[in-house]
C-alpha cells in the first residue's frame, strides 16, 4: 500500500509538472498575480514602453482566452487563438508578439520557480519575413517624401495657429486679458520628419539628440552611442 501510495504521488508530481504546476499551489496563482511580479521584477531594467506591451497582449490573450490562473493556461488554446488572429488579417510577425508576452512572463515564473514549468514553451513562433507581411514595408518615394513634408509643414502651421488661438481672438468675443494670457508653444514635427528621411536614423535616437549634438556650421549631427545601436 506505500508502494501504491508512493507510486501515485510520483505520477501526480509528474502530471503536476508536464502542465507547469509542480510547485505546490502554483496551480491556484492568478496570472494576473504573477504578471504584477514579472513587471515589478523587470521595472528599471526594461523599457516603460516594452513592459506596456506586454502587459497588453498578456491581458488580452488572458480575457479572450479566460484563463485567470496558471493551470488555466492551454498550448491547444493560444495555436486557436494566433490562428484566428492571422485569419483575421494579423501579420505572423504581431501575432508572435502576442503570444510572446504570455510566454516571456510564464518563461520569468518557471526561472523564479513560481511555477515548475512554462507549458507555452512548446508553441513555436510563426515564420516572419516579407513573404507574411500583411503590409509589406517600403520606403517612400521622392514624390511622396516631398509631399508627406508639406503636409507635415502644414499640420505644423495649424496646429500653431491653434495653439496662439489665433481665430478667437480675431473674433474679438474674448476679453483683453484672455488674448494676452501665456500660451504652451507648438513643438513643430517637420523637422524631426526631415531628419529622418534625411539620416535614415531611429527616431529614439533623434529625439534624445540635443543642441550639443548638433554642428550647424558643417551640417552635422552626431548620434551618441549612448542612445544608438549598433
Request: glycine letters at 6%; one cysteine or more.
Given at each position: 500500500?506505500?508502494?501504491?501510495?508512493?507510486?501515485?504521488?510520483i505520477?501526480?508530481?509528474?502530471?503536476?509538472?508536464?502542465?507547469?504546476?509542480?510547485?505546490?499551489?502554483?496551480?491556484?496563482?492568478?496570472?494576473?498575480?504573477?504578471?504584477?511580479?514579472?513587471?515589478?521584477?523587470?521595472?528599471?531594467?526594461?523599457?516603460?514602453?516594452?513592459?506596456?506591451?506586454?502587459?497588453?497582449?498578456?491581458?488580452?490573450?488572458?480575457?479572450?482566452?479566460?484563463?485567470?490562473?496558471?493551470?488555466?493556461?492551454?498550448?491547444?488554446?493560444a495555436?486557436?487563438?494566433?490562428?484566428?488572429?492571422?485569419?483575421?488579417?494579423?501579420?505572423?510577425?504581431?501575432?508572435?508578439v502576442?503570444?510572446?508576452?504570455?510566454?516571456?512572463?510564464?518563461?520569468?515564473?518557471?526561472?523564479?520557480?513560481?511555477?515548475?514549468?512554462?507549458?507555452?514553451?512548446?508553441?513555436?513562433?510563426?515564420?516572419?519575413?516579407?513573404?507574411?507581411?500583411?503590409?509589406?514595408?517600403?520606403?517612400?518615394?521622392?514624390?511622396?517624401?516631398?509631399r508627406?513634408?508639406?503636409?507635415?509643414?502644414?499640420?505644423?502651421?495649424?496646429?500653431?495657429?491653434?495653439?496662439?488661438?489665433?481665430?478667437?481672438?480675431?473674433?474679438?468675443?474674448?476679453?483683453?486679458?484672455?488674448?494676452?494670457?501665456?500660451?504652451?508653444?507648438?513643438?513643430?514635427?517637420?523637422?524631426?520628419?526631415?531628419?529622418?528621411?534625411?539620416?535614415?536614423?531611429?527616431v529614439?535616437?533623434?529625439?534624445?539628440?540635443?543642441?550639443?549634438?548638433?554642428?550647424?556650421?558643417?551640417?552635422?549631427?552626431?548620434?551618441?552611442?549612448?542612445?544608438?545601436?549598433?
Open positions: 500500500r506505500i508502494a501504491e501510495r508512493t507510486l501515485a504521488e505520477i501526480r508530481q509528474r502530471d503536476l509538472a508536464l502542465a507547469g504546476l509542480g510547485i505546490e499551489g502554483s496551480g491556484t496563482l492568478t496570472l494576473a498575480g504573477i504578471l504584477d511580479r514579472y513587471l515589478a521584477a523587470k521595472a528599471g531594467a526594461a523599457k516603460p514602453d516594452r513592459l506596456d506591451t506586454v502587459r497588453r497582449d498578456f491581458l488580452r490573450i488572458a480575457a479572450t482566452l479566460g484563463w485567470q490562473q496558471v493551470r488555466d493556461v492551454n498550448p491547444d488554446a495555436l486557436d487563438y494566433r490562428r484566428r488572429r492571422v485569419a483575421a488579417g494579423t501579420s505572423h510577425r504581431t501575432a508572435n502576442e503570444i510572446n508576452a504570455v510566454r516571456a512572463v510564464l518563461r520569468w515564473a518557471a526561472r523564479s520557480r513560481i511555477i515548475a514549468a512554462n507549458v507555452l514553451d512548446c508553441v513555436t513562433p510563426l515564420p516572419i519575413g516579407r513573404g507574411h507581411e500583411t503590409r509589406p514595408r517600403r520606403p517612400l518615394t521622392e514624390d511622396e517624401a516631398i508627406f513634408l508639406e503636409a507635415a509643414e502644414a499640420l505644423d502651421r495649424e496646429s500653431e495657429a491653434y495653439r496662439a488661438a489665433e481665430r478667437t481672438i480675431a473674433s474679438g468675443t474674448k476679453s483683453k486679458a484672455w488674448e494676452e494670457r501665456a500660451r504652451l508653444p507648438h513643438v513643430p514635427q517637420a523637422p524631426l520628419f526631415r531628419a529622418l528621411l534625411l539620416t535614415a536614423a531611429r529614439g535616437e533623434l529625439v534624445s539628440a540635443t543642441w550639443a549634438d548638433l554642428d550647424e556650421g558643417a551640417g552635422l549631427l552626431t548620434l551618441r552611442a549612448s542612445t544608438t545601436k549598433s
